[in-house]
């Protein structure tokens, strides 16, 4: 089964985009003064449209692995072709070698390819309408 994964990062500050304010006036995006972080990991099943995803608060090696794991229960049994870029989390030796162990085939996509990977693409409309101009009470809840 063809995966292809991407992952961001989601701050508890929001960004900040265009936003409509009566003429004359500055919009104003109310935050706490903390700022927090999620990374998300995910992955879409591009002919069915399935998406898997994790919450981590880093985005480091082992990260990569448990959502390597995540992966893994969601499709049990099956064998996967995972479409990623090369951050180096997902070219780790310890990540390859997990990867192998649970049946997932690792496919690097080329250096400064972002377009090719769809699921960069599902990032931007999410941050933009969930996460734009707007803090929500703690960063769990983002």
């Known amino acids: 089964m063809l995966l292809v994964m991407d992952s961001t990062v ?3 500050f929001p960004p900040l985009r265009a936003v409509w304010a009566p003429l004359g006036k500055q919009a104003v995006v109310p935050i706490t003064g903390e700022n927090a972080k999620r990374t998300l990991w995910g992955a879409i099943n591009p002919r069915t449209g399935k998406r898997v995803v994790l919450a981590t ?3 480091r090696r082992e990260d990569f692995m448990d ?3 995540t992966l893994r229960a969601a499709y049990p049994g099956r064998p996967l072709l995972l479409v990623l870029d090369r951050a180096s989390c997902h070219t780790a030796q310890k990540s390859q070698q997990l990867a192998a162990r649970l049946g997932i085939h690792l496919l690097l996509l080329p250096k400064q390819r972002s377009e090719l990977n769809c699921m960069d693409h599902l990032w ?3 941050k933009q309408r969930v996460s734009a101009n707007r803090q929500y009470p703690t960063v769990e809840q983002h």
Do not use: M
Request: proline share 8%; hydrophobic share 50%; glycine share 0%.
């Open 67 to 69: 959502f390597l794991r």
């Open 124 to 126: 931007r409309p999410l």
């Open 10 to 12: 989601l701050r508890w």
């Open 57 to 59: 608060q880093r985005a």
